[in-house]
């Protein structure tokens, strides 16, 4: 990429096309599965009791089963940014956050979106750059469901002059978590949560993802991000997933299937607390300065 290009000029407001995604009781339980849902948790796994895990809202971000106008890979507004940088290694996600404005028909629905590149961050020369998008994501009827907020990292594009990506304001306290919750990604984890959507081949394909930089397939970080919505909602508002308002969190390290892994949640006030999501088995985090709030 020709460094003089200003991509926080070139690609701020662009926009994809407006897309709508169909789904119905059977895609919702299959999200709960390639989430983490185990046998007990039949609020998520039978229609007669079903409720939705909230971060479902996230599918329309990175998703492209029963989306129209179809596309056979991922392709999220922060793409854009691909066609000017083409880079030779895979591009990251760094963090997502989800804002929830209404709890998700469980049963069946259409959500309708268009998402819209609303920031683009210059980390330096060498260290890459930083692309923020919005996706509103709106049922049949226009109403509000959520709004997903993302960044993607693009290593070999820094240095074009643009401004600094801001700092989290979330700072995990310097004390054992107030709440653990272990837990267990299954060698299939990847491939299950494939069929949700996200058909990006570095989650299937491990000589695609050697290409890409990684040593093997890993695990989607919406995946991660969904396991941790449904353990906080375990531990924070049991039985009640309708209850969460927002969550975010910052994707730390790579995680591959057959892993062990821990949420652990700190108590920061009333509907409000923080977390991190950790492989057990080297004690990095997966996902860091997260933040889960309810009502």
Known sequence: MDKKIKLDEVLI???????????????????????G??????????????KAIPTYGTIPYWGTVNVKPYQWMPLPASMLADEIIKPTISFLNMDHEIIMHRPIDPIKGTFQYQDVITDVYDRGEGKGAVVKTKVDVRDEAGNLVCTNYSTTFFH?????????????EVVIPDRAPDLTLDDYITPVQNLLYRLTGDTNLVHVDSE???????????I??????GFSCRMAIELLCPGEPERMTRMAAQMRNVLFPDTKVQLQIWKMEEGKAY????????GKPILDRGVFEWK
């Open 220 to 225: 989607q970080g919406l995946c991660s991000f």
């Open 37 to 50: 849902a185990h046998r007990e948790d039949v609020a998520y796994t039978y229609e007669k009791y079903l």
């Open 156 to 168: 070999e594009a820094g240095g074009f002059g643009g401004k600094p990506m801001p700092k989290s």
């Open 275 to 282: 977390f991190r999501f950790v492989n057990l088995e080297d």
């Open 208 to 218: 695609y993802a050697r290409e890409m930089g990684f040593p093997k397939a890993f």
């Open 13 to 35: 407001g662009k926009k994809m096309e407006p897309r709508y995604m169909e789904y119905n009781w059977r895609d919702i339980i299959l999200y709960a599965l390639a989430v």
